[in-house]
């Protein structure tokens, strides 16, 4: 045991939820510097600072596999709506999207744009130097990159949707392994998105192959989350098995009340892949709704072809709008329907910066209130708004949450943005998972419906992501690891970000420490930054 004179901090009375144990148990935890340095009975110990949790929950941090918060990190390096929910890792670059990646050239239109509107700027030209300004800036969580192959992309070959060159290959392979050598934890595709989407089988496992020698994974956004579900996972694990890498199937679910059940085929695929040797598992936030571009959402995908002039174009060009009416009503027959049933009574308009009036009013109630046709009205609003709008789409089942929640391969992630209540950020319509992933797991889903054992949980929001990235001193309570804790109160813990108020903070999170720092205290941030850079190695 650490000489007791020299603890800084001791978190006593708590008792601990910890991976590598089945059983809760009671213990006192002893702290010094960055590190857990003795656990058991420590009454007699006098630390700098003694944090009673008597009556309440200690737990390692949670890991957060799937954030997006390489959007806001130059700008909110308090992460509040992250550290507020228990996250004390979270990976970044997720979906293709890696603005550690991205430059300042023109073909970033769209990243520059989102950091623009708070004042940010893309200030580097490789991973490295980003890495290195996250340091300089701070930042109040651990920090994990991935590899964004839809920004390699578009440093490359640009938004043109055409295979890659045997030249142009090479360059991104070469960009790829840079970044990967500078500490880049994998690969990740959005292949729903533009140009992600545009890579082929072959390319996809040509850049896994260099992920992969570097130890590292293949996370992806599925091609299709709905009608071509099955064929999307079939994809990921054929990447996977060609390149011999292990693959991270991103906030899986089915998309669409004609989807819904298909969850249960493709975790038997997953199944019988892993049967194969093929590593596969997958990631979930708890909700029944989604929220990204309303243009990735309704549109086509031969419409999104392009830069963003050339879809607004598409839209504006009668005889090529008249295409992507013709082409929606053929695939989605019911989207005309303004009934009591319509799908556009479960869809939300979510960050309109140009119109907040417009954020939480749903499709169908504004078609019917100005009597124009919803897809019509989509299409214009996704013209108005320069195609920089969300919606929020209530489209999946809580059956399907609650069997993709049980299986044993499933981790909990965010597919958040770290955010705060206050200012700008405080304006947008975002998700309330920014805000109540995980202690909506741990009361919703455990607490109140006893669908997860609370060790369970535990294990898929710390040691299950941990060990997928190969972090053997984080996710864990156990002498020498990181002291990354998360305190809670079990009869409290839950969430209160809704869709209607999405920035509220969740209850039950009474202390948060990262790296031996009190980031949260007690409904609130402390401000301090201590969060690292985790280079892979």
Not at 142 to 152: D, E, K, S
Not at 250 to 261: I, T, V, Y
Not at 262 to 278: D, H, I, N, Y
Not at 503 to 519: K, Q, T, W
């Given at each position: 045991m650490?000489?007791p004179?020299?603890?800084d901090?001791?978190?006593?009375?708590g008792?601990v939820?910890?991976?590598m144990?089945?059983?809760?148990?009671?213990?006192?935890?002893?702290?010094?510097?960055?590190?857990?340095?003795?656990?058991?009975?420590?009454?007699e110990?006098?630390g700098?600072r003694?944090?009673?949790?008597s009556?309440l929950?200690?737990?390692?941090?949670?890991v957060?596999?799937?954030?997006?918060?390489?959007?806001?990190?130059?700008?909110?390096p308090?992460?509040e709506?992250?550290?507020?929910q228990?996250?004390?890792?979270?990976?970044?670059?997720?979906?293709?999207?890696?603005?550690g990646?991205?430059?300042?050239?023109?073909?970033?239109a769209?990243?520059k744009r989102?950091?623009g509107?708070?004042?940010?700027?893309i200030?580097?030209g490789?991973?490295?130097?980003?890495?290195r300004?996250?340091?300089e800036?701070?930042?109040?969580?651990?920090?994990i990159?991935?590899?964004?192959?839809?920004?390699?992309r578009?440093?490359?070959v640009?938004?043109e949707?055409?295979?890659?060159?045997?030249?142009?290959m090479?360059?991104?392979?070469?960009?790829l392994?840079?970044?990967?050598?500078?500490?880049a934890w994998g690969i990740?595709?959005?292949?729903?998105?533009?140009?992600?989407?545009?890579?082929?089988?072959?390319?996809l496992?040509?850049?896994?192959?260099?992920a992969?020698?570097?130890?590292?994974?293949y996370?992806?956004h599925?091609?299709?989350e709905?009608?071509r579900?099955?064929e999307?996972v079939?994809e990921?694990?054929e990447?996977?098995?060609?390149?011999?890498?292990?693959?991270?199937?991103?906030?899986h679910?089915?998309?669409?009340?004609r989807?819904?059940?298909k969850?249960q085929?493709?975790?038997?695929?997953v199944?019988?892949?892993?049967?194969?040797g093929?590593?596969?598992?997958?990631?979930?936030?708890?909700y029944?709704?989604?929220?990204?571009?309303?243009?990735?959402?309704f549109?086509?995908?031969?419409?999104?072809?392009?830069?963003?002039?050339?879809v607004?174009?598409?839209l504006?060009?009668?005889?090529?709008?008249?295409?992507i009416?013709?082409?929606i009503?053929?695939?989605?027959?019911?989207?005309?329907?303004?009934?009591?049933?319509?799908?556009?009574?479960?869809?939300?308009?979510?960050?309109?910066?140009?119109?907040?009036?417009l954020?939480?009013?749903?499709?169908?109630?504004l078609a019917?209130?100005?009597?124009?046709?919803?897809?019509e009205?989509?299409?214009d609003i996704?013209?108005?708004?320069r195609?920089?709008?969300?919606?929020i789409?209530?489209a999946i089942?809580?059956?399907?949450?609650?069997?993709?929640?049980?299986?044993?391969?499933?981790?909990?992630?965010?597919?958040?943005?770290?955010?705060s209540?206050?200012?700008?950020?405080?304006?947008?319509?975002?998700?309330?998972r920014?805000?109540g992933?995980?202690?909506r797991?741990l009361?919703?889903?455990?607490?109140e419906?006893?669908?997860?054992?609370?060790?369970?949980?535990?294990?898929?929001?710390?040691?299950?992501?941990?060990?997928?990235l190969?972090?053997?001193?984080?996710?864990?309570?156990?002498?020498?690891?990181?002291?990354?804790?998360?305190v809670?109160?079990?009869n409290s813990?839950?969430?209160?970000?809704?869709?209607?108020?999405?920035?509220?903070?969740?209850?039950?999170?009474?202390?948060?420490?990262?790296?031996?720092?009190?980031?949260?205290?007690?409904?609130?941030?402390?401000?301090?930054?201590?969060g690292r850079?985790?280079?892979?190695?």
């Amino acid at each position: 045991m650490q000489d007791p004179a020299v603890m800084d901090i001791v978190i006593s009375g708590g008792t601990v939820i910890d991976a590598m144990s089945e059983e809760p148990y009671p213990a006192d935890i002893g702290i010094v510097d960055d590190r857990i340095a003795a656990i058991g009975d420590l009454s007699e110990v006098h630390g700098g600072r003694r944090i009673d949790a008597s009556g309440l929950h200690v737990a390692p941090g949670f890991v957060d596999i799937h954030t997006h918060s390489d959007i806001s990190v130059m700008f909110h390096p308090q992460m509040e709506s992250i550290i507020s929910q228990g996250v004390t890792t979270q990976v970044v670059g997720n979906c293709s999207l890696c603005l550690g990646l991205a430059t300042d050239d023109d073909v970033f239109a769209f990243e520059k744009r989102w950091l623009g509107v708070h004042g940010a700027k893309i200030t580097w030209g490789t991973l490295a130097e980003h890495l290195r300004r996250v340091e300089e800036n701070g930042v109040a969580t651990n920090y994990i990159m991935l590899a964004g192959q839809g920004t390699l992309r578009k440093r490359v070959v640009g938004i043109e949707n055409r295979a890659a060159s045997p030249a142009e290959m090479e360059k991104m392979k070469s960009l790829l392994a840079d970044a990967l050598e500078t500490g880049a934890w994998g690969i990740s595709t959005g292949l729903e998105y533009t140009p992600s989407g545009y890579a082929n089988v072959e390319e996809l496992a040509e850049l896994s192959r260099v992920a992969g020698r570097y130890g590292g994974f293949y996370a992806t956004h599925l091609r299709n989350e709905g009608d071509r579900l099955l064929e999307a996972v079939a994809e990921a694990i054929e990447v996977g098995e060609r390149a011999g890498v292990p693959v991270q199937l991103s906030h899986h679910k089915a998309e669409g009340a004609r989807n819904w059940g298909k969850v249960q085929q493709t975790l038997k695929m997953v199944e019988e892949a892993r049967a194969r040797g093929v590593d596969v598992q997958l990631d979930q936030y708890p909700y029944t709704a989604f929220q990204t571009s309303m243009s990735v959402q309704f549109l086509p995908a031969w419409a999104n072809v392009g830069d963003n002039d050339t879809v607004l174009r598409r839209l504006i060009d009668p005889e090529q709008r008249r295409q992507i009416l013709e082409d929606i009503r053929t695939n989605h027959a019911d989207w005309d329907d303004l009934g009591p049933n319509s799908p556009w009574n479960r869809v939300e308009i979510g960050v309109c910066r140009s119109n907040r009036a417009l954020q939480g009013r749903s499709i169908g109630d504004l078609a019917r209130e100005a009597s124009v046709n919803p897809i019509e009205m989509v299409l214009d609003i996704i013209l108005q708004e320069r195609n920089f709008i969300s919606a929020i789409n209530y489209a999946i089942c809580e059956d399907d949450v609650l069997f993709v929640m049980r299986h044993p391969l499933t981790m909990i992630g965010s597919d958040a943005v770290g955010t705060s209540p206050r200012g700008k950020l405080g304006e947008d319509r975002v998700h309330p998972r920014s805000y109540g992933t995980f202690p909506r797991v741990l009361g919703r889903y455990v607490r109140e419906m006893n669908a997860l054992a609370e060790v369970t949980a535990i294990k898929k929001m710390t040691i299950i992501p941990a060990d997928r990235l190969g972090l053997i001193d984080r996710g864990r309570i156990a002498v020498g690891c990181y002291a990354d804790i998360v305190v809670y109160d079990p009869n409290s813990v839950g969430d209160n970000a809704t869709f209607a108020e999405p920035h509220r903070f969740s209850s039950g999170i009474e202390r948060v420490l990262i790296n031996g720092r009190l980031v949260w205290d007690r409904g609130e941030p402390t401000g301090s930054l201590p969060g690292r850079v985790l280079r892979r190695r």
